[in-house]
């Protein structure tokens, strides 16, 4: 079965412009939700959608957003980038049930320049 | 987020070594997580935990969430190179949906 698939792998972006990432499921799994992950730390939440409904959202600004799907595949955009969003975006599905567990795709590595 | 303490911040071991790594909170938490990272990939789930006491155990894995529910530990036996990679704690509080990562361990394995 395939696992959370990611898309892209790698982005190259400049200072001001936008970017979307795209991320589709786990066969099954009804809930999405974004991370983003700086060297040398842990993933830190950023949204996650159930139903493609928006049912939590981490401390990140407005330039940040996100949506589900009907099929539960999600994008994350973000708008007028900083050098400091250079990071790897992590996109993890669950069933969706509280508290089931994430299972993460292999992100994508965006660098602003 | 809530803050998890996760330690050590690295180790460095022989092969056929066991190795222990902990994670503590200030919070409560409803469920704790153990995940691996290796280079260029996203973390893969190891054990998942879901009551205070509980124990649980993935090959030569085992992991325990805490009676306190504040803290959880993994223990790897009989370390091998495979083994190597970035080992991150992670749970649920009360509080939401996010999911709380610790800041990693490190562990590097020798033959």
């Known amino acids: 079965d395939a696992g959370v698939t990611q898309s892209p792998t790698h982005l190259i972006k400049t200072r001001g412009q936008q970017v979307t990432l795209r991320c589709s499921p786990i066969s099954g799994h009804k809930s999405v939700s974004w991370y983003q992950q700086v060297l040398g730390q842990g993933p830190q939440f950023i949204f996650q959608?159930?139903?493609?409904?928006?049912?939590g959202r981490g401390n990140f600004p407005d330039r940040f957003s996100a949506r589900q799907f009907p099929n539960y595949s999600s994008e994350l955009n973000v708008n007028a980038l900083l050098l400091g969003d250079s990071a790897l975006y992590l996109c993890?599905?669950?069933?969706?049930?509280?508290?089931?567990?994430?299972?993460f795709g292999n992100g994508t590595r965006l660098t602003v320049t | 987020g809530q803050q998890l303490n996760q330690s050590p911040q690295s180790m460095f071991i022989q092969e056929g070594e066991d190795v222990s790594m902990n994670c503590t909170s200030s919070s409560i938490f409803n469920t704790w997580l153990w995940y691996k990272q290796d280079p260029g990939e996203g973390p893969v789930l190891l054990i998942a935990l879901y009551k205070a006491g509980e124990l649980t155990s993935n090959g030569r894995l085992t992991a325990q969430f805490g009676i306190t529910r504040k803290d959880s530990f993994l223990n790897i036996s009989a370390s091998i190179p495979s083994d190597v990679g970035i080992y991150f704690c992670a749970g649920h509080t009360n509080s939401g949906y996010a999911l709380n990562f610790g800041k990693g361990t490190s562990l590097l394995v020798t033959p």
């Open positions: 959608y159930y139903e493609k409904e928006e049912r």
């Open positions: 993890a599905s669950s069933l969706g049930q509280d508290n089931s567990p994430l299972h």
